[in-house]
């Protein structure tokens, strides 16, 4: 069997992980511990994320014409790519949170939804939460006024009673 043969699942296996993808990160993680990389790769799937080590010329194949393809100058040393179709900071915040305690892990570059980003951009995008904060943090916001608008009106309907039962007490 040829080489090309050989190669071409793997290729289409990551072409296939890329399709629809909302992001992907390219993470150097030469040196890590196999109890670090467990723990991340735990994480990394419990949040809906693909985590892989790939060949950087399979992954250069993959990513040909499309808008992954700004990832292949990063395609240096040992490379794994983490890939996710749900939420599109989860890879970058997940790796950065390893990597502060993990000096040798770091990320390379990104892609989120459709911009690349280098090093330091994609360290920004690591510190934006997930869709699930933000809408909790939105929520919170909104009910928060409502909360103390019904806290208040409360107050003075506890206020009134008790002023009419102290009137009703001292009239009988």
Do not use: C, H
Not at 79 to 108: C, F, G, N, Q, W
């Amino acid at each position: 069997m040829a080489k090309v043969e050989l190669k071409q699942p793997i290729v289409e296996e990551i072409k296939g992980l890329l399709e629809d993808a909302q992001s992907a990160v390219l993470v150097s993680y030469r040196g890590i511990t196999v109890e670090e990389d467990t723990a991340m790769r735990k994480e990394l799937r419990e949040a809906g994320v693909d985590y892989k080590v790939y060949k950087n010329t399979m992954i250069r194949f993959a990513v040909k014409d499309t808008e992954f393809e700004s990832l292949t100058d990063d395609l240096t040393g040992p490379t794994a790519i983490a890939i996710s179709k749900t939420d599109a900071t989860a890879p970058a915040r997940i790796i950065a949170k390893y990597a502060k305690d993990i000096e040798v892990l770091e990320m390379k570059s990104g892609v989120v939804e459709g911009t690349f980003y280098d090093k330091d951009g994609i360290q920004v995008i690591a510190s934006v939460p997930s869709r699930d904060e933000l809408l909790a943090k939105f929520l919170g916001s909104i009910q928060s006024p409502i909360t103390n608008f019904a806290r208040v009106i409360k107050q003075i309907a506890d206020k009134d009673g008790a002023g009419e039962a102290a009137e009703e007490t001292a009239a009988e």
